[in-house]
């Protein structure tokens, strides 16, 4: 998303406004929910398909969000011995806090 791409190249349709990259990043998360009502909805989908930054951003977005899942994820691997005990604790504690 560079400055010079502020606005989706396509312009807005009935009932549609344009939205700007940085709209569409603060509403992403929301969008990706489906915390949106149709109007937004329809123009995050509206804008994803005249940005071709904001599509490479979501998909990084989305990346992201999996790699954070796999990485937190339960594991029955065993630990390395070369971790020291004390880590291993304070990781399983904090896993432990709501």
């Known amino acids: 998303m560079s400055s010079q791409e502020a606005v989706a190249p396509e312009p ?3 009932g549609r406004a344009a939205l700007t990259c940085r709209e569409f990043v ?3 998360y929301d969008y990706l929910l489906g915390g949106l ?3 937004r909805t329809a123009a995050m989908n ?4 005249a940005c071709p930054s ?4 979501l998909k990084t977005y989305e990346a992201s ?5 796999m990485a937190l994820a339960p594991s029955d691997d065993p630990v390395p011995a070369e971790v ?3 880590l291993v604790r304070a990781v399983l504690s904090a896993r432990r806090r709501p």
């Open 37 to 39: 009502g149709p109007e």
């Open 46 to 49: 509206s804008h994803l398909a």
């Open 54 to 57: 904001c599509v490479a951003y």
């Open 65 to 69: 969000i999996r790699m954070g899942r």
């Open 26 to 28: 603060e509403l992403l």
């Open 84 to 86: 020291p005990d004390a």
């Open 12 to 14: 807005a349709g009935p």
